[in-house]
C-alpha cells in the first residue's frame, strides 16, 4: 500500500519523524527513516530501507534492517500507549519531582 499527502507518495512501513516536512512529487520507499524536522525536497525520491537526515535531506544510509527498528519501536509504542489507557503506567510531573 502507498499513501499519497499532497503529491507526495509515501511507501508501508515508513517513520516520519516530527516536524519533518516532505514536499511534492517525493516518493518515499518502504521501510525507511525520514528524521525529525528533516526536508525531503521536491521530486526527492528516497529508496527502500533508507534514513533520510538534515535541511535539505540527504540519504544517510541505507540499511536493510532499518525496518526491524520501525517495527519494534511501534510495538514499544503500542505498549506504552495501553499501559497509559489502563493506568498502570506513572506520569512523569517534573514539578512534582522537584518538590519531593
Known amino acids: ?3 499519497s499527502i499532497h ?3 509515501i511507501s ?3 517513520l516520519i519523524g516530527i516536524h519533518a516536512t ?3 512529487g517525493s ?3 518502504s ?3 525520514v528524521g525529525a524536522c528533516a526536508l525531503v525536497t521536491e521530486n526527492m525520491v528516497v529508496p527502500e530501507n533508507s534514513l533520510v537526515l538534515g535541511i535539505p535531506g540527504k540519504i544517510i544510509k541505507q540499511d536493510p534492517h532499518l525496518i526491524d527498528m520501525i517495527r519494534k519501536n511501534a510495538e514499544i509504542y503500542q505498549r506504552l500507549s495501553q499501559k497509559h ?3 498502570t503506567y506513572p506520569i ?3 514539578i512534582k519531582e522537584k518538590t519531593l
Request: glycine share 16%; with cysteine.
Open 31 to 33: 521501510g525507511s527513516i
Open 22 to 24: 516532505v514536499l511534492n
Open 7 to 9: 503529491g507526495a507518495a
Open 12 to 14: 508501508d512501513e515508513c
Open 1 to 3: 500500500m502507498q499513501l
Open 27 to 29: 516518493r518515499i520507499g
Open 92 to 94: 512523569y510531573h517534573p
Open 85 to 87: 489507557k489502563q493506568g
